[in-house]
Nanobody, 126 residues
């Protein structure tokens, strides 16, 4: 069983920055591929970014490319999402997810992931 806990969300003005963290339980975090998703009210869950087990490869949605950076620290069992140049359309609940079967694959589909956190709210005001 893996537990994921997100933190770092909040209210920020457009153009501002936030860094989200996702802390994972368990001793095998370093063998998981990780992803960040977001979900706005009334919308489907949307892929944001993914990283392979060792942080060597990353992938981003076009909507955040060049503004967001995903990274991980396996010694701390934590994955991060650094968000800059935030826009009002980035407003959503941000969730991290773990995929335990294919750690070298960058997964963009929510149903592939095995474990999810509860999410952290990010609100960007204009």
């Amino acid at each position: 069983q893996v537990q994921l806990v997100e933190s770092g969300g909040g209210l920020v003005q457009a153009g501002g920055s936030l860094r989200l963290s996702c802390a994972a339980s368990g001793r095998t975090f370093s063998s998981y591929a990780m992803g960040w998703f977001r979900q706005a009210p009334g919308k489907e869950r949307e892929f944001v970014a993914a990283v392979t087990w060792n942080g060597g490869t990353t992938y981003y949605a076009d909507s955040v490319k060049g503004r967001f950076t995903i990274s991980r620290d396996n010694a701390k069992n934590t994955v991060y999402l650094q968000m800059t140049s935030l826009k009002p359309e980035d407003t959503a609940v941000y969730l991290c997810a773990a995929e335990t079967s294919l750690p070298n694959v960058l997964h963009t589909t929510p149903r592939v992931y095995d474990y999810w956190g509860q999410g952290t709210q990010v609100t960007v005001s204009s």
